[in-house]
């Protein structure tokens, strides 16, 4: 199963590659040469193939936990100043995706979107300390009943041109369903209240809509 977002690119990939295949057989007669040009589209291919997937992951919601927005590894854990929306300290879980990890983005949490904001930026590696701040990115905060108010903020990384957001400001939304997608990106943010219980380490493997980021 393929995300939506990746429709456009997946067809445009596709005539390529067959395009590329069959002029390469055509007209290229050096048969390492042809080999080489074709193994060269496939592996593109399967790459944005790979980009693109979209795994069923259908969960129960539960108000008491918070579960990864994306697949990834977790890269940061840390007490950090939250300026744009909480103006506070906040205990923030980067999870890094590299371009083999599943792009989509999940509700960490089920609640009642308060705020959604897209910002234009720069496109520093995902892990510059500064990508938070001043890369392209989107902040969402959505009111959960356990946890309060989190937030979690997408962030474009050296190759992302494009961030997807669903989340509307006022509307509910449901822990697990699709939040949107970062096309060609590389981090999620999330911001959690200082004391919440973090269930996840340094370096360890996160996987949208299993791995339980905290407890409440």
């Known amino acids: 199963m393929f995300h939506k977002e990746g429709s456009k690119i997946i067809l445009v990939a596709t005539v390529i590659f067959i395009f590329s295949i069959l002029l390469a057989g055509e007209f290229i007669d050096i048969s390492w040469l042809r080999m080489s040009i074709q193994i060269i589209a496939l592996f593109f291919y399967i790459m944005i193939l790979q980009f693109f997937r979209n795994p069923n992951r259908n969960i129960s919601p539960l108000d008491n936990q918070i579960v990864a927005p994306v697949d990834g590894k977790v890269v940061v854990i840390e007490e950090v100043y939250e300026e744009e929306y909480f103006k506070d300290k906040r205990l923030m879980v980067s999870i890094f995706m590299s371009p083999i990890n599943v792009h989509v983005t999940r509700y960490a949490v089920s609640g009642l979107v308060k705020y959604s904001k897209y910002h234009p930026g720069k496109y520093l590696v995902a892990w510059h300390p500064k990508a938070s701040t001043e890369n392209e990115r ?28 669903y989340a509307e400001e006022g509307t509910q939304v449901v822990q697990g369903t699709d939040a949107g997608f970062i096309k060609f990106g590389s981090r999620v943010d999330l911001y959690l209240p200082l004391g919440t219980k973090v269930n996840v380490k340094l370096n360890e493997k996160a996987t949208g809509n299993k791995t339980v980021i905290a407890i409440g």
């Open 138 to 165: 989107t902040s969402v905060v959505i009111e959960n009943k356990v946890f309060g108010e989190i937030m979690y903020r997408q962030i474009a990384g050296a190759l992302a041109k494009r961030i997807v957001n």
